[in-house]
């Protein structure tokens, strides 16, 4: 397949690129200019002239670019508007024009809070699109709706805390778009929505316990790690985030691979070689 990777120099495009790299023919698109191995077509998608073009000769679009949660403070509704709306109408005009039918669209949980978010009513209305994509025009269209996969730089402490609230690995989000891509084309999803977040081993009376008794129910699921804990200060939850990811698994196959027990066994390891975590 010829694959399509709008945003390619983000956080995601550039994990998709690498994770797809060998096995497809990859178009990277950004507004800036990339060094890649692949072909480039730089474009503005806040343009409708410079995104036609993008996607002629390809059979798949990923599309990613979007200012987000990071951006809410810096970003203008305007801005919000142009890119995660104009950007998607845009992106839409030209799977069109060149007839390709096949999509993943990055959405967000964020959408959940839509009424009073300018971010998150971006992406209600950039779902909304690819819903009247589908029906009008026959698009197939799988829209992800990833937790936070933000990358904190160095802070190794954060990024686990996080997996017990509302954080995902980021290269989970790239499975998960792999695996979204392969139900797009074997024609197992016409257009639908699907949660990005990490596992969790807790039940209902953990999370009610957990206030109380963190470290204790840790303990319960991944022993022997409360003098690391202790020694980096890492700090819990009320209760841990419990995602239902019953849909995601069932269609997607998703079985995402890290999680607060991955975090802390790699902070084992980091500590036994003396590696800074923050
Ligand atoms: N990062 C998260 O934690 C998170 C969580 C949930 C959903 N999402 C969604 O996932 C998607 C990807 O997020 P990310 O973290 O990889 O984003 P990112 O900010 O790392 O990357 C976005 C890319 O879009 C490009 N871009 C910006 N303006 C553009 C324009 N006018 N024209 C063309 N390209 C432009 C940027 O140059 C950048 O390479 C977004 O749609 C975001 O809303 C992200």
């Not at 690129?17 to 023919?25: C, W």
């Amino acid at each position: 397949m010829r694959i399509l990777i709008t945003g390619a120099g983000g956080s995601l495009g550039s994990g998709l690129a690498e994770a797809l790299e060998g096995t497809h023919e990859l178009v990277l698109s950004d507004c800036f200019d990339l060094s890649a191995r692949h072909e480039f077509r730089r474009a503005d998608l806040r343009s409708l002239d410079q995104t036609l073009p993008l996607a002629r000769g390809c059979d798949f679009i990923v599309h990613t670019p979007a200012w987000h949660g990071l951006h809410g403070s810096i970003k203008s509704e305007v801005e919000y508007w142009q890119l995660n709306v104009d950007g998607t109408f845009h992106i839409f005009q030209s799977a069109l024009q060149h007839n390709v039918r096949s999509m993943v669209w990055i959405s967000s949980v964020s959408i959940s809070g839509w009424e009073r978010d300018k971010y998150g009513f971006s992406k209600f209305i950039g779902e909304h699109l690819c819903g009247y994509y589908h029906r009008v025009h026959h698009l197939r269209i799988a829209i992800l709706r990833p937790w936070d996969f933000t990358p904190f730089g160095n802070d190794f402490i954060r990024y686990g805390e996080r997996l017990l609230a509302g954080g995902v690995d980021r290269r989970d989000v790239v499975g998960a778009t792999l695996r979204a891509m392969d139900r797009v084309v074997d024609g197992a999803i016409e257009c639908d929505w699907f949660e990005i977040g990490k596992d969790h081993p807790f039940t209902e009376q953990d999370c009610a316990q957990f206030k109380d008794d963190p470290k204790g129910i840790i303990e319960k699921y991944w022993p022997g790690y409360s003098d690391l804990i202790d020694k980096y200060h890492i700090r819990f939850p009320e209760k841990p985030l419990v995602i239902d990811l019953k849909k995601t698994k069932e269609v997607l196959g998703y079985s995402p691979q890290y999680h607060f027990g991955t975090f802390l066994a790699e902070l084992r390891e980091r500590d036994r070689k003396a590696l800074p975590v923050r």
